[in-house]
Nanobody, 132 residues
């Protein structure tokens, strides 16, 4: 089964920005452009939490209150890449960030979900550290 691969993590100072990317882990026929997708994160010693979600069309987006107004989720369906633009980063944003796909073939164009249990394909995660 083809998975997902995140990139773009790293060390950034408070107030800085980073852009995470997510795409298929292998160059195969598998495409994720038809599925709702999302970003989650897990900080040290804490449970995985929802960050942002996007419908397969890109028309529907949803954010956790903790990142609303600072993070933007988007996708390039032509390139089959999911993005998370993070701005005004805070130390509490430090976490491993995961992308995920909900392989719901019947999802309508504006459907998205914040429930981790709805996602059945996950990446390995990329570490974001916000520190001075």
């Amino acid at each position: 089964q083809v998975g997902l691969l995140e990139s773009g993590g790293g060390l950034v100072q408070p107030g800085g920005s980073l852009r995470l990317s997510c795409e298929a882990s292998e160059r195969t026929w598998q495409t994720f452009r038809r599925y709702p997708m999302g970003w989650f994160r897990q900080a040290p010693g804490k449970e995985r939490e929802f960050v942002a979600a996007i419908s397969w069309s890109g028309e529907g987006t949803y954010y956790a209150n903790s990142v609303k107004g600072r993070f933007v989720i988007s996708r390039d369906r032509g390139k089959d890449i999911l993005y998370l633009q993070m701005s005004s980063l805070k130390p509490e944003d430090t976490a491993v960030y995961y992308c995920a796909a909900d392989r719901d073939e019947d999802a309508i164009s504006v459907y998205y979900t914040s429930r981790a249990s709805d996602y059945d394909v996950w990446g390995q995660g990329t570490l974001v550290t916000v520190s001075s």
